[in-house]
């Protein structure tokens, strides 16, 4: 009984894992379109806004904010 349960949590981390893997591929691919096609792209400009007025929330400028992000991220990444 305790070994299928491991079995079942470490399959479903396994599988929250891959979704997020996509998900960030989306996000990235989503914002490097933003910053090309600006703001007024459908999608693509509503997540790049978004993106903009959080790091405007967190910082000054969001420079310090986005620099503590990639930071934070490569950190997880290990």
Same mark, same amino acid.
């Given at each position: 009984?305790?070994?299928?349960?491991?079995?079942?949590?470490?399959?479903?981390?396994?599988?929250?894992?891959?979704?997020?893997?996509?998900?960030?591929?989306?996000?990235?691919?989503?914002?490097?379109?933003?910053?090309?096609?600006? @703001?007024?792209? @459908?999608?693509?400009?509503?997540?790049?806004?978004?993106?903009?007025?959080?790091?405007?929330?967190?910082?000054?400028?969001?420079?310090?904010?986005?620099?503590?992000?990639?930071?934070?991220?490569?950190?997880?990444?290990?």
């Amino acid at each position: 009984m305790k070994l299928d349960f491991y079995y079942s949590l470490n399959k479903i981390k396994s599988y929250l894992k891959q979704v997020t893997d996509v998900l960030l591929v989306v996000v990235a691919v989503a914002l490097l379109l933003g910053v090309l096609f600006g @703001p007024d792209a @459908p999608f693509v400009g509503a997540v790049y806004s978004n993106l903009v007025t959080i790091l405007d929330t967190i910082g000054d400028s969001g420079v310090v904010a986005l620099v503590s992000l990639i930071i934070i991220f490569l950190i997880n990444k290990k």
